[in-house]
């Protein structure tokens, strides 16, 4: 659970951090040219920000660096409670905003629930033999070339 806790609070990190540029959800908002959709934008993630408040504070105090009070002490009493489901909440919310963000360019809804993880390597393994397959079929010209995008907007 701590991984999963870095990794959606390292996307809620500043556009940038004492002169680096950080990959996060600020830095694509930054990137952006329009201020309407960057306005837009801007709602969605302080949503996610406000979601990921105890994230942050476990992250801060107790995974990424050494708080000496959370760890001297019993940590439970000096941070938030963080469940599983409030990472489910801040993970579907920043999968809102991905799609959003990507529906502006390209009017195209993301199914997430189609990124799972392969349960092991032979899994992912049969799934990297199925894409090669694929990519041998459109060189053949026996599947059109385009046809995968039938299954990457299957929840639009």
Not at 91 to 101: A, P, R
Request: proline residues 4%; charged residues 30%.
């Amino acid at each position: 659970m701590d991984d999963l806790t870095l990794g959606l609070t390292k996307l809620t990190d500043p556009a940038e951090t004492k002169g680096k540029k950080n990959l996060s959800l600020l830095r694509l908002i930054d990137e952006l040219e329009s201020s309407d959709f960057k306005n837009k934008m801007m709602v969605h993630y302080q949503k996610i920000k406000s979601l990921v408040e105890a994230a942050q504070d476990h992250r801060n105090k107790r995974i990424a660096h050494n708080d000496l009070n959370v760890l001297t002490q019993n940590y439970p009493k000096l941070l938030p409670n963080l469940t599983l489901n409030c990472l489910e909440s801040v993970l579907t919310s920043i999968e809102d905003f991905l799609d959003e963000f990507q529906f502006h360019f390209k009017p195209i809804h993301f199914d997430f629930t189609m990124l799972q993880v392969p349960e092991d390597v032979d899994n992912l393994m049969i799934r990297i033999c199925k894409s090669e397959a694929y990519d041998a079929l459109v060189r053949e010209g026996k599947t059109p070339l385009q046809y995968w995008e039938k299954f990457y907007g299957a929840a639009g």
